[in-house]
């Protein structure tokens, strides 16, 4: 990060996973759903911007040409790393960043968050069906 830019602590990273309630069996569930999810990126990842593109505000700030493409580029290694299960310091002062990065467009935190739950439904789809009837699998 820049100078004199946000900085995650250790501390701040464990508070953050203590409010989400994130334990160390949630990341090893993700390290193990990774491979099926990966997977399916692409698919995920287009039928998030498709949710994008059904909303006057988004698609508005999606309208450059060209931006779409390079987005789904950042949108693939983020989900990547989303969804590896690993959550160090270094990831969370990545996400400071997208955060800022998405204030600085016009994207308030309810137009992210509320699309950000978008991506979990259409996720969760996926390990859904991946794992079938494997509800012990999905939810263990």
């Known amino acids: 990060m820049p100078t004199g830019a946000y900085r995650v602590t250790q501390e701040d990273l ?3 996973k203590k409010y989400l309630e994130i334990l160390p069996e949630d990341e090893d569930r993700l390290r193990g759903a990774h491979a099926l999810l990966q997977r399916h990126a692409t698919f995920i990842i287009d ?3 498709e949710y ?19 987005l789904k580029k950042m949108q693939a290694q983020y989900f990547s790393e989303l969804t590896s299960g690993h959550y160090d310091v270094a990831y969370c002062e990545n996400r400071v960043r ?6 600085r467009i016009g994207l308030s935190p309810e137009w992210y968050l509320g699309a950000y739950v978008k991506y979990l439904h259409i996720s969760s789809d996926v390990l859904r069906q991946g794992f079938g009837q494997d509800y012990e699998g999905f939810y263990r």
Request: glycine letters at 6%; hydrophobic letters at 40%; zero cysteines.
């Open 14 to 16: 464990d508070q953050r």
């Open 47 to 49: 039928r998030f911007y």
């Open 52 to 70: 994008l593109f059904a909303h006057e505000h988004t698609r508005k700030i999606l309208e450059a040409p060209g931006l779409v493409d390079r």
């Open 98 to 103: 997208v955060g800022l990065a998405h204030d």
